[in-house]
Every structure is written in structure tokens, then in C-alpha cells.
Antibody
Framework: QLQLQESGPGLVKPSETLSLTCTVS??????????WGWIRQPPGKGLEWIGS????????????HYNPSLKSRVTMSGDTSKNQISLRFTSVTAADTAVYYC?????????????????WGQGILVTVSS | DIVMTQTPLSLSVTPGQPASISCKSS???????????LYWYLQKPGQSPQLLLS???SRFSGVPDRISGSGSGTEFTLKISRVEAEDVATYYC?????????FGGGTKVEIK
């Protein structure tokens, strides 16, 4: 069973960079079976897709897709030695306060560009405040 | 971006009675490959979302058959044939036909 665990600071100051890590267990981030995504949820609000990363070895599969509204501030990457996916979010403001979820997106189902998030971490609350 | 609109915002249902949630998209969700990438999620209080349905009506592993999905084009419906206490949650639709992936605002289901 795939398990994902987010980690990082719970408090970030405005204008600083938020860095989060997702530790994956149960499969390799280099597995051809998954995309890896980040989704966030402001307190009491709905869900927003941040982006998805493919770290596998099937050629022709797009590597990274970002939400255009966030693309200028977001970078996702993978560390195979630690089996981790990272999210880097620059120039944060109070509007970036949210629970950030890491997700495994299973390629076994058909999809258009990226699979839907299937497996979710428990989420980490990040507050942006001075 | 494709805007997903869910109604109602909340729903109070007597146990054993049916419930229905509507999800409308601002554009057709039929992809050029002929498939419709509309998904439904459930988020129980204090928990992470769980995938219920893929491609409008295909149940994900472990989802009971009293939960079903239907619809086409821009209008979709999630139905719970007999609401149980474990169904208390917020339900979200999500489209994957075009990037960015976008979610509906959610429908909160409560038990009377």
C-alpha cells in the first residue's frame, strides 16, 4: 500500500520561500506507475491543484505540469536516493496559507494529461504570517 | 480554466434516504479521445480526500455500489442511494480533461 508523508515548516514569513517534502513508501518515486502531485486546501475552503511530476522512465510521458496560476512561483522535484518529492513555493503571502497535500497519481487508469490523485498524504498545515 | 460548479452547497439527509449532488462544468469535459475525465472525491472531517469515482461512473476500489455517478458533457451527478452515517463528508467533483485540474467548491452532506 502506497503511503505518503508531508513534512516541512508549519510557519513561513511573507515573501519567503516555502519548502515541503513528501516521503513516499510502498513504491519508488521512479516507478512508472505514478505521477506525484501537490494539492492545497485553504482552511475551510476547497481544493486547488498545484502541480504534478512524473519521475519514471517511460519516454514521452511529460515530466512536470504546473497550475498556470502558480507556475511562476512553484518548482517540483524528486530525490530518488531518499524516495522523496519536494515542493518549492517562492514569495509566499497570506493567501498561500493552506493544508498542503502530497498525492500519488496512479497511471493504471486512463487519463488525459495527468491522472487524478489516488493516494493522499495526511496533509501539512502551512501558515504564512509574520 | 474549466470552472466546476457544485450544487447544493450543503445537504441534510435522513439515514436510508437518497442524496444527489450536481456538478456542472464551464466547458464540455469530453476529451478528444472520446473519454470524459470527471472524478468524484469524498473528504471526511479532518481527513484527506478519497477518490470515489473515475471517468464519471467507475467506482474506485472499496467504494460501495450505493454510490453512483452519471452525466455527460457539462452536467454530472453523484447519487447515494441510501445515505448512511459513514457518508457524512464533503464531496468534490474534479475534472481532468484539460489542465489545470480543477475542483468544484464542494457539497457538505450531513445526517438529519
Amino acid at each position: 500500500q502506497l503511503q505518503l508523508q508531508e513534512s516541512g515548516p508549519g510557519l513561513v514569513k511573507p515573501s519567503e520561500t516555502l519548502s515541503l517534502t513528501c516521503t513516499v513508501s510502498g513504491d519508488s518515486i521512479s516507478s512508472s506507475s505514478f505521477f506525484w502531485g501537490w494539492i492545497r486546501q485553504p482552511p475551510g475552503k476547497g481544493l486547488e491543484w498545484i502541480g504534478s511530476l512524473y519521475h519514471g522512465r517511460i519516454s514521452g510521458v511529460g515530466d512536470t505540469h504546473y497550475n498556470p496560476s502558480l507556475k511562476s512561483r512553484v518548482t517540483m522535484s524528486g530525490d530518488t536516493s531518499k524516495n522523496q518529492i519536494s515542493l518549492r513555493f517562492t514569495s509566499v503571502t497570506a493567501a498561500d496559507t493552506a493544508v498542503y497535500y502530497c498525492a500519488g497519481q496512479l497511471r493504471g487508469y486512463s487519463y488525459a494529461y495527468v491522472p487524478p490523485p489516488h493516494y493522499w498524504g495526511q496533509g501539512i498545515l502551512v501558515t504564512v504570517s509574520s | 480554466d474549466i470552472v466546476m460548479t457544485q450544487t447544493p452547497l450543503s445537504l441534510s439527509v435522513t439515514p436510508g434516504q437518497p442524496a444527489s449532488i450536481s456538478c456542472k462544468s464551464s466547458q464540455s469535459l469530453v476529451h478528444s479521445d472520446g473519454k470524459t475525465y470527471l472524478y468524484w472525491y469524498l473528504q471526511k472531517p479532518g481527513q484527506s480526500p478519497q477518490l470515489l469515482l473515475s471517468e464519471v461512473s467507475s467506482r474506485f476500489s472499496g467504494v460501495p455500489d450505493r454510490i453512483s455517478g452519471s452525466g455527460s458533457g457539462t452536467e454530472f451527478t453523484l447519487k447515494i442511494s441510501r445515505v448512511e452515517a459513514e457518508d457524512v463528508a464533503t464531496y468534490y467533483c474534479m475534472q481532468g480533461t484539460r489542465l489545470p485540474l480543477t475542483f468544484g467548491g464542494g457539497t457538505k452532506v450531513e445526517i438529519k
